[in-house]
């Protein structure tokens, strides 16, 4: 049986989650809370030394770190995985996007006021967040504007990427109704068989 | 002929132009400095929204953005990207790895050194550039200790995307003596066929 370390309030393990659902695989959940010290442990390190979740422990041991290298692994093969060529490349486009110009900034808020629950000792970091996240969130709504899914392949894992963090994002005080294409693809991407949504402390 | 829009010294951009040198592609290169708001004119931000360095512009006229999608872009069919199952999925976890870890502080740290020379005005910054980077190397020299590579298939993009910005981390203040693994492991290659290192201000 496929293991995943995860905080399940967490959108970089909602991805593992759900490209497990939605390829049909079976998993246990080992709930690790990140905000608490659990992947500072010399049991979790053990498993992934840069201390972050998720983790992915496959039936023969062997650990999967990343959750967009988590992504691909189990997509492969699969329709939520383009084969190569310029069809794959733009799902990587979109992961690479997430990870460096979106996540850091809609997660970081969310978690910052939804979690740690410290949004006035971070006003200055807050400003940042919302600053940069709705830049991502232009960049996204600029496709979505006019297209149903992120790349031109149907709903991939570009697609479940990104929605793990924005269709929390009010969570973290981004006013998702200055984004209507985003707003239409995130009833669009829920509305698909087997999508779970996050169930967060304010909902 | 494939045109690069990119920044000579960003190790981002090497990274495009190292794998289209390993892989015999001929490339234009086009000359945008990121810190002079090369990225934020009308022409450039019609091929990338998200105003970001590199860019690459294909025959037909496609782009292609994001580093590490650019990579695997360039690397699929070659010894540097392995075909799909886990000896893939491993070089996807250090791309990935590179631009949430490692890239944010150690690249960062970097430019408001060498380029931005604006040292002063950044301490709280780039303590935080310094205390992350750091723990990014110690998770590279860990695995660099004793293996040639980071991953088991030997040299890969994923070497060349951490190379990127290891190589010249010491523009950015940090003493790779202290990661001995690593400094091994730049030499190896460095001295691989056809690898052009990174000129720097310093250098």
Redo the contacts between chains.
């Keep these: 049986m496929i293991t995943v370390h995860g905080f399940a309030a967490s959108g970089n393990c909602w991805k593992v989650a759900q490209i497990l659902r939605s390829t049909g695989r079976a998993f246990d959940w080992v709930e690790v809370d990140s905000n608490a010290g659990g992947t500072r442990t010399a049991e979790f390190l053990a498993m992934n030394?840069?201390a972050?979740i998720p983790v992915v422990v496959l039936d023969d041991g062997?650990v999967?770190?990343?959750?967009?290298?988590?992504l691909?692994?189990f997509a492969?093969?699969t329709d939520w995985l383009p084969a190569?060529?310029?069809a794959?490349?733009r799902v990587?486009?979109w992961?690479?996007?997430e990870?460096?110009?979106h996540?850091?900034y809609i997660a970081v808020a969310r978690n910052v006021i939804a979690y740690q629950k410290a949004k006035a000792a971070n006003a200055e970091r807050l400003a940042q967040c919302w600053t940069r996240g709705a830049?991502?969130l232009?960049?996204m709504e600029?496709r979505l504007a006019t297209h149903p899914w992120l790349t031109d392949s149907g709903a991939t894992i570009a697609d479940l990427a990104l929605f793990a963090y924005t269709h929390v994002a009010e969570e973290g005080a981004f006013d998702l109704t200055r984004w209507p294409g985003i707003q239409a693809w995130i009833a669009r991407l829920a509305a698909l068989p087997g999508i779970v949504i996050i169930e967060g402390p304010t909902k």
């Excluded at 999967?64 to 988590?70: F, L, R, Y």
């Design positions: 030394p840069n972050k062997q999967i770190t990343e959750s967009g290298a988590i691909c692994h492969e093969g190569a060529g310029l794959r490349t990587l486009e992961l690479f996007f990870q460096y110009s996540e850091p830049a991502a232009d960049v600029r």
